[in-house]
């Protein structure tokens, strides 16, 4: 998965495609928040403001920055209300990104900089859109009762299911071997998902140690840098959802032409692979590393908390429309979830003024 997105050339996100559009026929794969409606950016700036008064800090760091959107609209939402940012960093592992957010900002130069690693301190308000479920996840099948890490084989030809020296499976996808030659392989592990699966059907699903490595470097980072919050958009579930029984296909899909598929293994490097977040899993880690949960919830609570209801009623019917799009449960209002973390002393913080489900992970 690291290779398939990340790869210098090769990898989806490493590569010059477009991936950010309202329509197929733009050539981008899938649409985000932020370009569907600027009423997600300006809405998120009123909690960042908070934060930065809350942390007496100046600084906004985002991660994944996409197409540089919710980055012009939290600078342009933060100057409008008379919020003091001195600078907005990006850090995105993306070359072709960063020179489509250069030129997106160029009006905003020079508060905004762009850096390829964190600071050894770190203060002000992290963000991050969609960022999470992009990171590698590991693999766990248990069939048979037994579990297994499964990973990807190069194969030009295997049986469907092959015994290895190493107890290895190898296997094909219903359709055959993909074109490229990759196959799964399954390989018996000590790994397990963090609960119990109840029953003894066959389950895949996934475990997230980047995403745990990820919080805990930014809790040292927050830690050091003596103040700081981060806030975490993504589609996800508490533990007990992301792991339960009926949930035996995994959250692993791909996202291309704006259509989702099953098969990682397809089309490499030209298409996004996803994998939902384990919400429970961030909140620990961020504890167990010493910051602190400010709530969790879900987007459509987070910004109507946030005051996007007060904007939609100055806004024109269609963009009123989009901005729908954010909050209906059928759209991204319940799928995607915010969550909080900051330093000690921080204080309540208005996203989670109302809602607040940080009992639930």
Known sequence: MQLALYAPGLGYYANASRKFGALPASGSDFITAPELSPLFGQALAEQIADSLAATGTDEVWEFGAGSGALAEQIISALDARGTRLRRYTIVDVSGALRQRQQQRLATCAPRVAWADALPDALRGVV??????????????????????????????????????????????????????????????????????????????????????????????????????????????????????????????????????????????????????????????????????????????????????AERMEQADLPARANAMKLLAEHEMGELFKVIGLATPGHGPARGFAAGDRTHRL
Not at 136 to 161: D, M, N, Y
């Open 127 to 308: 963000i991050g859109n969609e960022v999470l479920d992009a990171m590698p996840v590991t693999l766990l099948a248990r069939i048979g009762g037994k579990w297994h890490e499964r990973g990807v084989a190069v194969a030009s030809a295997v049986p469907r299911f092959s015994p290895l020296p190493t107890e290895a499976r190898v296997f094909q996808g219903d359709a055959g071997m993909a074109p490229c030659g990759f196959a799964w392989a399954d390989r018996p592990t000590d790994l397990r998902p963090p609960v119990e699966i109840e029953g003894q059907h066959d389950y895949l699903t996934e475990i997230h140690p980047q995403q745990r490595a990820f919080i805990v470097t930014l809790a040292e980072k927050l830690a050091r840098g003596g103040a700081g919050a981060a806030f975490f958009i993504d589609y996800g579930f508490p533990e007990a959802e992301y792991y339960h029984p009926q949930r035996h296909a995994g959250t692993l899909v791909c996202h291309r032409a704006h259509q989702v598929d099953d098969d990682p293994l397809r089309d490499v490097g030209l298409k996004d692979i996803t994998a939902h977040v384990d919400f429970t899993d961030v909140a620990v880690a961020a504890q167990d590393a010493g910051l602190e949960v400010l709530g969790y919830t879900s987007q459509a609570r987070f910004l109507l908390n946030c005051g996007i």
